[in-house]
């Protein structure tokens, strides 16, 4: 049986932050948009003419939501790919 060192016991830390970072990341981003694509579908019910002003800022606020998994995503790749030694 091999030993494990300190080295190895770093890269699988790593690898199961990586993975908690990323889809710890995902959850607050995926409801945010989801919620704001529903209310975004309800107003264009209420006012269809004023859909292209809905959608947009819609749109706007599901980008500025997604930078959330964004940042979970460069932590993880940052984990994995930078070497702590």
Not at 19 to 48: D, M, T, W, Y
Not at 51 to 60: A, D, G, P, R, V
């Amino acid at each position: 049986m091999e030993n494990i060192t300190g080295q190895d016991l770093i890269y699988a830390a790593s690898a199961i932050g990586a993975g908690l970072s990323v889809g710890l990341a995902a959850i607050g981003p995926g409801i945010g948009e989801g919620f704001a694509a529903g209310k975004g579908v309800e107003a264009v019910a209420r006012q269809p003419e004023a859909q292209s002003k809905i959608i947009s800022t819609m749109l706007l606020g599901q980008a500025v939501s997604e930078t959330t998994g964004i940042y979970g995503l460069v932590i993880a790749l940052i984990l994995i790919f930078v070497k702590p030694f």
